[in-house]
């Protein structure tokens, strides 16, 4: 008798561990498959948006993903580490923090390695940093977006003329100021060494990278059909 | 009865503010918050599409909106206030003028300013804006066309529209319209105020003005002007005797 109580309660506790083990899993897996779809959406959006404005897509912030996605209050999910803690962006379940980079706890093992794999799946390249618990994912620039570079720097020009025209009556002593707070060092990828085997330091690698943006700013003004750009070139020419 | 409804609506107002500060609000109101954000950059991008064509058509600077809001430009609807809680978020549209440049004002009120860096830089960078900019407290509007760019070159620097020669208040820069229709508007370049022949500098139609023909005056003593160094490179240009000329980097040729 004693024996089959004993039998039975070992049994049900056996099945109760063996359902909450499966559970786990389960839910594991779904909590796994549900970041791995988070990060196609989010990574599309952000394709999109880096498309039509010109910029890199890990340049892509938060709230402009927000701004893309559809209305509704589900899509907040999309963007929360767990779809069914019934947390929101507010009480900091977020995937993606305001800057627009993936974040997830250090302890969220599964969840990591979903990420990861997906990551890897895409080809970024990709640093991950550890704080507080948290791990940043700070992504790289993807080589099929490469072309946002040159679009940036084209953009680049052309907002720095026009600030240059607004600033003509005082270039003398704005215009380095100008071109200092508008060069796109980021996003200048050109090997602007002298030789092969120079290591110039960063002071030297951001001041080159200033007069090339100064020269991209030359030819466009040269190669310009109106009076505007005609005025300003003549204006700034013995500093270009 | 009015003082009391308005005061009640204040407090309504206030107590909603308060209740819904930008950092507590839920991704559905964030979210309707973004879109107003980004609709209201989609307005100004409007208004700097309008203000260029205005240029082009007008040949005149659109120094406020009320000058854009017919049915040639943004139509009388256009929507340039805000109403109801958006005006706790947004200022409304207004066009403005520095040192000769035109500008719509900074939108966004402090609420959100103070409240949410990350909507500020949103509204202040480039994402959504492809004609307009923020630089220095303001939103400027980005000319794309070259026939804007020179036209607004002119009026800048004779600090006018260009105006019908025949008006009284015309200065060295100004048009010549054709009332019969039969003949498109003329741009005309005088070297001083008296719109006499012997003053006139040169004269084109605008949309010539890239790659020419321009009739300029036969003598070559005035060539070295502003006027003329504001013509762009290879643009051809024929003296008021039919003498060919190239717009040349640095100069102008005759071409034989």
Known sequence: MIGNIWLYSTLTIATIFSASVAYKAYSDIQEAKDIQQSFEIISQIKQRVAKEYNKSPEDVTRDEVIAYLPKGPNWEKVLLVSRSSGNTLINS????????????????????LALNAKLKEYGIEQTQETSSNKVTFKMGMQEKNFSYKDNVIAEKVTKTIEILYLNKNSLDTEFTKIIQNNTPYNYIYHDLKKTDTEKPSTSEVKLRKEVYFKKRIKQRLISSKNSRDIEIYDLIKDKL | MKKIILISIFFFNLSFLIANPISSLSFEQRQSLLEKVKLAIEKEEAIAKAYELYLIKEYKKASSLSVLLTDDYLGRSFPKNFTGSDTSYFSNFVIATSNGNEYINYRLKSLITQNDTHIKSLYESDTFRKKTFFYDGKIYIILKTNLAKSIFALIKKQNQDLLDCTNSSSKQYCTKV????????????????????????????????????????DDISVYNRDEFKLIPVGARLYDFKGEKYLKTFDDIRKVN
């Open chain 2, 178 to 217: 054709d009332t019969t229709g039969k003949f498109k508007t003329h741009i005309y370049i005088y070297s001083s105020t008296s719109k006499t022949v012997a003053n006139l500098l040169m004269y084109y139609l605008p949309e010539n003005f890239e790659k020419g023909p321009i009739l300029i005056k």
């Open chain 1, 93 to 112: 379940d977020a995937l993606l923090n305001a800057d627009g980079e993936f974040e997830l706890d250090e302890d969220e093992k599964v969840k990591l």
